[in-house]
């Protein structure tokens, strides 16, 4: 019989020089615990790619905010089918202190594996840009979205560790006050031994912070 996890878990014990006091950080997987956090915009980019379905939302807990992030990648599969960037996973923070993190990710892809994370020296995510592959028509391999950049609000620009298929589109508008808190991904579901393009697409949403 399989024995069913819950929703929230903890992941890891990650680098005490995540945290600005020097202590030991942990990760937590929000999942959809926190999925009715209301937000205020939804960033969206213009190239993403036809295949698949949208799917739910994963979002931040209350006060959370994007800091960082990290992508699941299939490596080049040469002659065998590619599927490239197959997921994207936020890493939330609660304003500067980052001894706690949650983490959220949408529906992901089954290939390739997590890369390190990536983090904003300091501020929240608060806009995005997709590497996108175009339809390669009938005969080709489609591999759909590669990459990503997120621009922090404290300016830095962080680019994923995606394949080079494609190129990147336009930026999507920022958050203003806050950052970004919630993700939806848009997957095509396995192929069973056609052409599998996994990641097509994302959302993100973003939270205002409350004024005091």
């Not at 190239?47 to 490596?75: H, I, K």
């Amino acid at each position: 019989m399989a024995i069913f996890l819950p929703i929230v878990v903890v992941l890891a014990t990650l680098s005490p020089s995540l945290s600005a006091s020097g202590e030991k950080t942990f990760v937590e997987r929000a999942g959809t615990a926190y999925s009715s956090r209301p937000y205020s915009s939804v960033l969206t980019v213009s190239n993403g790619e036809q295949f698949g379905n949208w799917t739910w939302p994963e979002m931040c807990p209350d006060t959370f905010y994007a800091v960082g992030f990290s992508l699941r990648v299939e490596p080049k599969q040469y002659a065998l089918d590619d599927t490239s960037l197959n997921g994207i996973r936020l890493i939330c923070a609660k304003a500067e202190d980052r001894s706690f993190l949650y983490t959220i990710e949408s529906h992901t892809g089954y290939y390739g594996d997590w890369s390190s994370p990536q983090y904003c020296p300091r501020g929240t995510l608060i806009s995005f840009q997709l590497r996108v592959e175009p339809h390669q028509g009938m005969f080709g391999d489609d591999t759909a979205v590669n990459n990503i950049k997120f621009r922090c609000s404290s300016n830095p620009v962080l680019e994923g560790t995606g394949n080079e298929w494609g190129e990147y589109g336009t930026w999507s508008q920022e958050c203003g006050n806050g950052g970004i808190c919630g993700i939806e991904t848009k997957m095509e579901e396995y192929q069973y031994g056609l052409d599998d393009s996994s990641l097509n697409d994302v959302r993100l949403h973003c939270c205002s912070q409350s004024q005091k």
